[in-house]
């Protein structure tokens, strides 16, 4: 993306409708952002060039056609600031991306599109409001939104699943097994994944589950299947985290070698990742068996 080139255009645009960079900015930005993004040092989220295209009185896709080739998809870059915004746990500013959104016709007129509000919806209901039953209603919705009655479940709508399991992981244990159990029967019959790390998480939130519910035996096979999976794929996404898992259900069973072996395995990746709080603590652990 050329920011200059987008920003030089927002600039035009301004100049010519008259308004000041204050008054362009007011209910969307700060003037000092608005200043930035004029002079290119910042690209602003999706839902901010909506809410400027809007004031400036031209189509969104008119920057992404002057600042990108091949033109970048408006939705698709909003689904990315969404997806950032839900891995670093900033919900707060993901929720206000979502409300930015929910009156762009490009996705209230949309159900694949508004199903993407929804989902982010539905998490910040959880995580910032704690409203479970709203949250889980909402998640739902989003599921159900595209009618996908008789129809083999897509990607996106088994990451919506995830989702829901993932509440009910805090909530209801035996809720989050069937949930889970449910997932990887629409797993299985996927011809294909774009997104590998759908069947890493699975595996591993389901050894979770388990481990949880003193099934440690059912814990440690969806433990050795995440790792061959992870190994699979040339991926160390959650490879850790699910030797860690595997230790620690050796551990409960006073297995102390073997989960001693599987804790030493888990330090090396959490080392390889820079993970310094996941080093650490695998440290104190290994240290303890040693002692």
């Not at 839900?86 to 996705?107: C, G, H, Q, W």
């Not at 440690?220 to 490879?239: E, F, R, T």
Request: with cysteine; hydrophobic share 40%; charged share 25%.
């Amino acid at each position: 993306m050329d920011f200059a080139a987008v920003g030089k255009k927002i600039k035009e645009l301004r100049k010519n409708s008259g308004l000041s960079q204050e008054e362009l900015s007011e209910g969307i930005c700060t003037q000092a952002q608005i200043s930035k993004i004029e002079k290119g040092l910042v690209f602003p989220y999706a839902s901010t060039l909506y809410q400027i295209s809007q004031k400036l009185g031209v189509d969104v896709n008119y920057f992404f056609d002057i600042g990108t080739t091949p033109r970048l998809d408006y939705v698709q870059e909003v689904f990315e600031q969404l997806q950032i915004m839900r891995r670093t746990y900033r919900f707060k500013e993901m929720m206000d991306i979502v409300r930015a959104e929910e009156s762009n016709p490009l996705f209230s007129q949309n159900k694949k599109n508004l199903q993407l509000l929804l989902w982010h919806k539905g998490i910040y209901l959880y995580e910032v409001e704690n409203k479970v039953e709203d949250a889980i209603n909402t998640l739902n919705k989003a599921v159900h939104i595209a009618d996908i009655k008789g129809k083999v479940i897509q990607e996106r709508e088994i990451e919506i699943l995830l989702t829901i399991a993932t509440i009910y992981f805090r909530e209801d244990l035996e809720s989050a097994l069937n949930l889970y159990q449910e997932i990887m029967r629409h797993v299985q019959v996927l011809p294909h994944l774009n997104d590998y790390t759908i069947k890493t998480r699975l595996f591993y939130n389901l050894a979770r589950v388990l481990t949880r519910m003193e099934k440690l035996e059912e814990s440690n096979k969806y433990c050795d299947k995440a790792i061959k999976w992870c190994l699979k794929n040339d991926s160390i996404y959650l490879l850790g985290q699910i030797h860690y898992q595997k230790g620690y259900n050796l551990e409960l069973t006073d297995e102390l070698i073997g989960a001693k072996t599987y804790m030493e395995k888990a330090l090396i990746v959490f080392e390889i990742q820079n993970n310094e709080k996941s080093v650490n603590f695998m440290k104190g652990k290994i240290k303890q068996f040693s002692d």
